[in-house]
């Protein structure tokens, strides 16, 4: 799968700041990946578990997107994992969670995970989240 | 007053000693004074009439004789030895009577007592088993209450996803311009088809959640299984194409028809098929059927990923999906297979799965073949009595059940049944029935979850013990129920209802010896006599024929016995019959018991019923 490198914004932001997006919902990956991208983020997608850790490990991205509920390895698990990795765990950990699952929350704190958005979301949240992580409040 | 006449009599009696010890020779002449008060000692004791007669008798014939013999002593003597024997003898015998009167209350006192004591351990028995019993009920209620729960989360989030995905696309259409055309279209495409998706998924929420409730309408009718599976086939074809999937059909030329709902059987093919091209990357399914003894067997085997052993339990489940990281996870309610599932148990069937990792899997359901071709005169006429409404018969003793089976359906009732309440509480989750009708019950226990069945789908359960008249054919057994714990005032109020006499012979057939005493305690007024047996074959009916009759707790054989062999008979036929049921009758209710008894016949019995159900069902 290609991926883009938007230049434009390395002249703002000095440093390299992959986003990088885990979601099992094909639709959910692409309006996500799309909007970022318009904004001129570097957008990188993995849909489970494995292939998340894999990319994180490859892109360091300063920013994961994390949807709870996965097949097989789950967001929290996915995480945990990233948290306690000494070379990942300065990544920005977003968990997607489901409205009325406030259980989540306190799950994802437990496992490290730094915010939460909550779906149903609209892209301009997404992308309001992602600018203050980035450039500093 | 008691202690006071006691205590008299007593000086009495030592009074009447002293001139007996006098003029006997006291001690000096041991034989005689031995002799009388041997005499007095039988009379206190056994107070017989006959004894204190013969003593008397005997004494003055022979004890006296002497004296007026020899002439030793004056007569005045004489005359004080009888006096003082009298005296004596008087005395003792009210002091004998007095005793055993007291006696007599003594036992009665313990009696009542005993009466009372037995009746208490019997309710706190019941009160225990009441409490265990609604324990049982919240328990059951909770994991009710768990399972919707867990539905309502399962909806909430399947609705959640197609519903992100509407919101940021068109988000997405109105905040940003600069969209080329070809990927406007891409997202309006998926607009489009996660909409779809969201009216699908709401259509199948809605049907798990009818079947749940039991508020789908089903209409059984003859159904050709061939034909259903052919018109899946049918509309199948172009998504299996589609897919580069192959399709094949293998249905034998003629099979025995099912009652079913075709509608709904071929909502179950079309789920199991589509199901099997979702997890069929490549391959073929065969779709088809087969004739077995007494069930046609349909499957539907693909060959395509197969299935974890771990979770073929969990597949038939609301919202259980099949993960698989490789292709992502393909779309659906997850309800698919529960609805199918929840289907085929409706149809008395059942549905399996048997499959093989990474070679394919294959779902299979069974339904039993329609035996008998039902009339179509009876068919009608049940349609219009109950309009689809079905009695679920409960009774544990078989041939019962399927008396009770075949008398409801001779009055045009459909049925089903069930051994058990575990059986019912199944059958009766899917499809609902419009009653349910309970023979002779077991235990507190076993009508307990019964009756949050009835309260939670608005069932009315019905019970009535209805034996086969040899003369006039089924008819309701007996007169009138006493439930358990029964107290002294429900028993002589319901025996005055059935039995108007003032007096009377009550006999009480029971195997249960502290029962029948209880209740002879409670019914052994001045009013009624009492007699108990434990066997109605024990007892000569012509020569002491009872005015009613009350059964106590037996097994469901014996007492049907009982009760057929009572109606049965000439003599006991018409005798008013009181039954003791294990249970108590909250949230049950008795058949026609207020408007007949015995050999009013079931026909205008269930003419009321229907009354009743539609109230109820309407409420």
């Given at each position: 799968m290609c991926y883009f490198h938007v230049k434009t914004l390395r002249n703002i932001i000095e440093e390299d700041m992959d986003i990088l997006i885990v979601d099992d919902e094909p639709f959910m990956q692409r309006s996500l990946s799309f909007v970022l991208k318009k904004e001129g983020f570097e957008v990188e997608v993995a849909s489970n578990g494995e292939e998340a850790i894999q990319k994180a490990r490859k892109f360091r991205p300063k920013i994961i997107f994390l949807d709870v509920m996965m097949p097989k390895m789950n967001g929290f698990e996915v995480c945990k994992t990233i948290k306690s990795d000494k070379e990942l765990c300065n990544s920005y950990v977003i968990i997607l969670t489901c409205k009325g699952q406030e259980v989540d929350k306190e799950k994802g704190l437990s496992q490290g995970a730094n915010d939460f958005i909550t779906k149903p979301y609209s892209p301009k949240e997404i992308v309001t989240k992602v600018r203050s992580v980035l450039c500093g409040p | 007053m008691d202690h006071k006449r006691k205590k008299i009599y007593l000086y009495l009696a030592l009074i009447g000693l002293i001139p007996l010890i006098f003029f006997t020779g006291g001690p000096e002449s041991p034989f005689r004074f031995l002799y009388y008060a041997t005499l007095v000692l039988l009379i206190s004791v056994f107070d017989s009439k006959a004894i204190f007669q013969a003593s008397f008798t005997f004494c003055i014939l022979y004890g006296l004789m002497p004296f007026v013999k020899t002439g030793k002593y004056p007569l005045y003597t004489v005359a004080i030895n009888v006096f003082s024997f009298l005296l004596m003898a008087i005395a003792s015998g009210y002091l004998a009577d007095l005793l055993r009167k007291e006696g007599d209350s003594y036992e009665k006192a313990t009696d009542i007592f005993h009466g009372l004591t037995n009746n208490l351990n019997l309710k706190i028995m019941n009160l225990q088993s009441e409490i265990d019993s609604i324990s049982e009920s919240y328990e059951r209620l909770q994991k009710v209450d768990k399972k919707r729960i867990h539905f309502i989360s399962g909806i909430s989030h399947e609705l959640r996803a197609p519903l992100s995905s509407i919101r940021s696309f068109s988000e997405i259409l109105i905040n940003y311009e600069d969209i080329d055309t070809v990927t406007k279209k891409e997202f309006l495409y998926i607009i489009n088809s996660e909409s779809e998706r969201l009216t699908q998924l709401t259509d199948e929420i809605l049907d798990a959640v009818r079947m749940e409730s039991g508020k789908i309408q089903w209409h059984m009718d003859s159904v050709d299984l061939a034909d259903v599976i052919r018109t899946a086939f049918r509309s199948m074809i172009p998504i299996t194409k589609n897919k580069g999937l192959l399709m094949e059909i293998d249905v034998p030329g003629r099979i025995h028809p099912v009652r079913g709902d075709k509608n709904k059987l071929l909502q179950v093919m079309l789920n199991l098929i589509s199901n099997a091209v979702k997890f069929t990357p490549q391959g073929r399914i065969t779709i088809g059927a087969e004739e077995m003894s007494d069930q046609i067997k349909v499957f539907v085997s693909d060959t395509g990923e197969g299935i974890y052993p771990e979770e073929k339990g969990k597949i038939?489940?609301?919202?259980y999906r099949i993960g698989d990281d490789l292709l992502g996870r393909p779309k659906g309610s997850g309800l698919g297979l529960s609805i199918a599932k929840k289907i085929i148990d409706a149809h008395g069937g059942s549905i399996s799965v048997d499959s093989q990792l990474g070679k394919g899997s294959t779902f299979s359901f069974t339904l039993p073949r329609s035996e008998v071709i039902s009339s179509p005169d009876r068919e009608a006429k049940a349609v219009m009595r109950f309009s689809g409404r079905q009695i679920l018969v409960l009774e544990d003793y078989v041939p019962m059940r399927q008396f009770l089976r075949v008398t409801l359906e001779t009055l045009g009732y459909r049925t089903m049944s069930a051994e058990s309440v575990k059986q019912v509480l199944e059958t009766a989750g899917i499809r609902k029935p419009g009653a349910i009708l309970i023979g002779y019950p077991k235990s507190e226990e076993h009508v307990n979850e019964l009756r949050i069945l009835s309260r939670i789908k608005e069932i009315p359960i019905f019970l009535g013990i209805i034996i086969n008249d040899e003369k006039s054919g089924p008819q309701l057994a007996v007169n009138g129920y006493i439930s358990k714990p029964f107290d002294k005032y429900q028993i002589l109020s319901t025996l005055g209802d059935v039995y108007k006499g003032r007096t009377g012979k009550i006999l009480i057939i029971s195997p249960d010896s502290e029962e029948a005493r209880n209740l002879q305690v409670f019914i052994g007024t001045n009013i009624y006599e009492t007699a108990i047996v434990a066997d109605v074959h024990a007892m000569n009916m012509t020569r002491s024929l009872p005015d009613a009759i009350i059964i106590g707790t037996f097994h469901a054989e014996d007492m049907y016995g009982i009760i057929g062999y009572l109606r049965n008979n000439p003599v006991s036929r018409n005798i008013p019959v009181l039954l003791i049921l294990n249970i108590s009758l909250r949230d049950i209710k008795c058949i026609g018991l207020a408007s007949s008894g015995?050999?009013?016949?079931?026909g205008k019995v269930f003419t009321e019923l229907e009354g009743d159900i539609y109230s109820v069902a309407n409420l």
């Open positions: - | 038939f489940e609301d919202f015995y050999g009013s016949g079931l």
